[in-house]
């Protein structure tokens, strides 16, 4: 009984794996090509518009889209996974799960009309507030917000059936489509203002999407029952299980509460700084946020998707297995965040002046994204931690999450204005960091708790001694280089910031020889997830 016992948590570790690996894979490449080529899109926008511009649009319109969209779905996302069991059991799960899907319309209608609507009661005299542009950016993006919510039912069903090649596909289309969109809208000979430009940019990413998702369940034959009436009209959603529907509660809760922890920065920056530091702070963000954004976000999605529809089943040896395999993704993010750490303040004016020019490379920007690769490693700590918390608890941890959630949103709302006010934009990245910090060791606690009948020291978490000497010797030297080949940034030629990167490529490669030699527990983990997609296929 105990070897089957024990083969059977095996089984269900493999399971879990392959769902982290074959997600984390497939969600990977869409992130990396649709982030990529954003990336190279703001790289062209930022030489082409005026910092006070650009601040608007990558600060103040970024807040209106997430802002509905995670009030609006959010809550009905995880809910929907988590009332999917491991193994895809298509017909019992999706006839609850398609009806609380089209919830996210009619949210999505009202959050888009409040959201609008505030924004533009106080709106001010800023850019593009005479000549109308900024309201009907404004309404532009709340319109887009609204097409977009017509595809969660097509993405949820798409999630819970594991169809991650779908995601990849439409994501990279609809980037793709909104990066030729903005460049052809902010040509000079059309005459569009920059603001109206990224508003129309929006509707095409937002309709790309929509129709993308829904284009694969017509191809199926399967979208006529997603869309039956008593569906859209949201009759059949009063029927739903009520767990599931209490779990939509708590998720929306979260949703609500999360998306103040973790856009809190940029809110504070909206409201206290003007568009000018708005401009400078977004430029680092998105520059930032390509590493975190492109690796990060899809691990954790799948983290999540794994832990949450297998948790259910998790009881006795198999925590043990859950311990492991979580120790393993911590692990690999907390070398993510010592690496970033280790390469990133001394890289970051060289970063700048090659992709900006040596105009943005002479302000704030450098010094900001130096602070900003701390926030990183805490939001690679942080993230990978709370997708294991959210996907694990039951109703009496989320209601605790959900307390937790509202004092670290009111810690971070009242850090964050103090140090927006006395340190600028760097004080206001460091409150992020507070912040992050903080709710690691929140999901720290939650899982010795968690763990308590299996082994989970933290010290699993760790790298090797040589690890972290080798870590530390990196730093060293990406420092000196710096201060060798970069000793008057107001002076700096092509030749010296090229020697400087490639200085830092060269050492950053043998960085990973070494810890491909001395973490060999993480590599075989590794190479286990890898394995099992790979049968999986």
């Known amino acids: 009984a105990r070897a089957s016992a024990r083969a059977g948590s095996e089984t269900m570790g493999a399971t879990e794996g392959d769902v982290i690996a074959r997600g984390f894979g497939h969600l990977l490449f869409s992130q990396v090509s649709s982030r990529l080529v954003t990336f190279l899109l703001n790289v062209l926008v930022v030489r082409r518009l005026p910092p006070d511009v650009y601040g608007v649009a990558v600060i103040q319109y970024h807040l209106i889209t997430t802002t509905i969209l995670t009030f609006a779905r959010e809550g009905v996302r995880r809910a929907c996974l988590r009332g999917v069991q491991l193994g895809g059991k298509r017909g019992p799960d999706l006839k609850s799960i398609v009806p609380l899907s089209w919830l996210c319309v009619p949210q999505g209608l009202a959050w888009s009309l409040i959201v609008c609507s505030t924004v533009l009661a106080f709106s001010g005299d800023g850019v593009g507030v005479r000549d109308g542009s900024y309201r009907v950016g404004v309404l532009l993006h709340g319109a887009a917000a609204v097409i977009e919510t017509l595809s969660e039912p097509a993405y949820i069903t798409s999630t819970c059936l594991l169809v991650f090649k779908l995601q990849l596909t439409v994501e990279t289309v609809a980037s793709l489509a909104r990066c030729f969109a903005t460049l052809i809208f902010l040509r000079p000979s059309l005459g569009v203002p920059p603001l109206v430009a990224f508003g129309l940019s929006a509707v095409?990413?937002?309709?790309?999407?929509?129709?993308?998702y829904w284009a694969y369940f017509v191809s199926r034959g399967e979208a006529k029952g997603m869309a039956r009436w008593e569906h859209v009209t949201l009759r059949s959603a009063k029927r739903a299980d009520p767990e599931l529907a209490s779990a939509y509660r708590s998720f929306s809760l979260q949703a609500i509460e999360k998306h103040v922890l973790g856009e809190g920065e940029k809110f504070a920056m909206a409201a206290f700084r003007p568009t000018y530091d708005q401009g400078v702070y977004g430029l680092v963000n998105n520059l930032g946020s390509v590493v975190v954004r492109t690796c990060l976000q899809p691990f954790e999605q799948a983290i999540f998707t794994a832990f949450s529809m297998s948790s259910a089943a998790r009881r006795g040896s198999g925590r043990q297995v859950q311990a492991d395999l979580l120790a393993t993704v911590l692990r690999l993010a907390v070398l993510f965040a010592l690496i970033a750490l280790a390469f990133g303040p001394s890289h970051s004016f060289a970063v700048l002046w090659a992709s900006y020019g040596s105009g943005w490379a002479q302000t704030e920007a450098p010094r900001i994204l130096s602070v900003y690769c701390a926030y990183i490693g805490s939001m690679a700590l942080n993230g990978v931690a709370e997708a294991f918390m959210h996907a694990t608890a039951d109703a009496g941890a989320l209601r605790g999450i959900n307390y937790s959630l509202v004092a670290f949103s009111a810690l971070h709302s009242v850090t964050s204005v103090i140090l927006v006010r006395s340190s600028g934009t760097s004080g206001l990245v460091a409150a992020g960091c507070v912040s992050?910090?903080?709710?690691?060791?929140?999901?720290?606690?939650?899982?010795?708790?968690?763990?308590?009948?299996?082994?989970?020291?933290l010290s699993s978490v760790l790298p090797t001694p040589v690890g972290l000497a080798s870590l530390a010797a990196c730093a060293a030297l990406s420092r000196a280089s710096e201060r060798y080949q970069l000793p008057d940034p107001g002076a700096a030629a092509l030749r010296d910031v090229v020697g400087h990167l490639g200085?830092?490529?060269?050492?950053?490669?043998g960085l990973l020889g070494v810890l491909y030699k001395t973490e060999r527990k993480l590599v075989s983990s590794l190479a286990d997830l890898r394995r099992t997609a790979k049968k999986a296929d």
């Open 204 to 212: 095409v990413y937002s309709t790309t999407t929509t129709l993308g």
């Open 436 to 457: 992050m910090l903080l709710r690691v060791g929140y999901c720290t606690w939650y899982a010795r708790g968690y763990f308590r009948e299996a082994s989970f020291p």
């Open 503 to 509: 200085l830092g490529c060269l050492v950053g490669m």
